[in-house]
């Protein structure tokens, strides 16, 4: 099935489920289980008695969570601005379901009079099944839609929850609530991968937060936000207009545009999780794996007129995680093809200093420009189209971190540009 027909599944999959909870609201189990539970509780769905925090108790939940609040802030606030002109609430809540982070209009929904606020509690037990509440209950994912709350007040919104967890514990929730009318499925498969995100950059923290300072990650991940914010609002603005397009041809093309800035998302997030997760090592020959990448470039090098070319001089063994070390050599060769417009020439080459193993990728690109070197391993520094901005990122923290080793380079202006990479032999390892 093509993206388009699959985009399509999805709009007619979610209109049905919006028709099945207007006819029967309690017709899925997990919103059945819910007001079950809501009911244990003794709520009363027409009158809900809100609990909050004082300012006491605010300020000293707040200092509590201050290293998620800052984790999650640009998430919250990239997802509000993709939300710009509709009425909603992005929240973040502890493992409690205290609100301690709160961006949007919650006003238009109803505010503090329908508790939604800072330092409001969103736990099932006071306000019945919503994005947040559920989520905690369950540890999973859920869409609370309209007539699906139990408190009646929430009836016109549509609410999506994701917990966020490290290693196996609840730390919170983040929460996503709009009117029903501009609901959709979507919004809650961001939610996921922002959480996934967060997730990962706890446990890059947790595993050696010796290495990096939260300041650091924080600029790390603001800057991603920032650069998915992009893709948000082309996704927004292409799905309003299929809204009102009338022409099929309009249609299909604004589907497959959706679906490409999806994808573009989905790259940059897979790309900070590959950076941050901590990986095993083990002793192995890399000339198999650098032979796999070289293989697996030479057809796009031979239509492109671009020699590539490998020599190595020995076997010695390495510590290295194979998957991360292959997409290393994978990014530099790929940024060396990226750059050549014509022919050139790509030489990899592998040889032992007696105490390192020296692995360098040399092209004739034509050199790195000047404003461009000092700041080269830095995130979204050097970006291309169609890129994330995270590839030699990704490569200088897996080599230098991950491998304990080094990684270098020198450039000449209209010559071409050489990568070192010096990894540490088993035997001084030992």
């Not at 709160?102 to 994005?131: H, K, M, V, Y």
């Not at 290393?328 to 390192?356: D, F, H, P, R, Y």
Request: with cysteine; proline share 4%; glycine share 8%.
């Amino acid at each position: 099935m093509n993206n388009i027909s699959g985009t399509c599944d999805i709009y007619t999959e979610w209109e049905s489920f919006v028709s099945d909870v207007r006819k029967s609201p309690a017709a899925r189990p997990i919103t059945l289980e819910s007001w079950k539970r809501c009911s244990e509780f003794d709520l009363q769905a027409d009158k809900l008695k809100y609990k909050f925090l004082s300012e006491e108790e605010l300020r000293r939940k707040i200092q509590e969570n201050s290293r998620l609040i800052e984790i999650c802030k640009p998430y919250l606030e990239s997802v509000s601005l993709s939300l710009d002109k509709i009425p909603h609430i992005v929240g973040l809540s502890d493992k409690e379901g205290w609100i301690i982070d709160l961006r949007g209009t919650p006003q238009d929904l109803g505010g503090r009079d329908a508790g939604l606020c800072l330092g409001s509690s969103w736990s099932e037990r006071f306000i019945g099944n919503n994005g947040i509440g559920t989520a905690l209950s369950l540890k999973q994912p859920v869409l609370v839609h309209g007539v699906e709350h139990y408190g009646m007040v929430y009836g016109s919104c549509s609410c999506m929850g994701v917990p966020i967890m490290s290693n196996g514990e609840v730390l919170g929730a983040l929460d996503i609530s709009v009117p029903v009318k501009y609901a959709h499925p979507s919004r809650l498969h961001i939610l996921v991968a922002c959480a996934s995100s967060i997730e990962s950059v706890l446990s890059y923290i947790n595993y050696n937060s010796n290495n990096m300072n939260l300041s650091t990650m924080s600029g790390i991940i603001s800057t991603a936000v920032h650069d998915l914010k992009n893709p948000l609002a082309v996704i927004s603005g292409l799905g309003q207009l299929g809204n009102i397009a009338t022409d099929e041809t309009k249609i299909k093309s604004y589907f497959d545009r959706i679906v490409n800035q999806a994808d573009e998302m989905n790259k940059m997030v897979t790309e900070l999780l590959n950076v941050f997760k901590p990986e095993e090592l083990s002793s192995q020959n890399v000339r198999p794996i650098i032979e796999e990448v070289i293989n697996s470039y030479k057809p796009i090098c031979d239509y492109k007129n671009i020699k590539l070319l490998y020599n190595t001089d020995g076997d010695d063994l390495v510590r290295v995680n194979r998957k991360l070390f292959k997409r290393s050599i994978e990014n530099l060769i790929n940024n060396a093809v990226q750059s050549m417009n014509g022919a050139g020439t790509i030489t990899v080459e592998t040889k032992s200093t007696g105490e390192a193993l020296l692995i360098t990728v040399k092209d004739t690109a034509g050199g790195i420009p000047e404003e461009m070197r000092d700041i080269l391993f830095e995130p979204f520094a050097f970006k291309r189209s169609g890129g994330t901005g995270l590839g030699l990122f990704m490569v200088y923290y897996t080599i230098t971190n991950t491998h304990k080793g080094k990684i270098w380079f020198e450039t000449e202006s209209g010559s071409g540009t050489e990568f070192f990479i010096e990894l540490p032999l088993c035997k001084q390892l030992h």
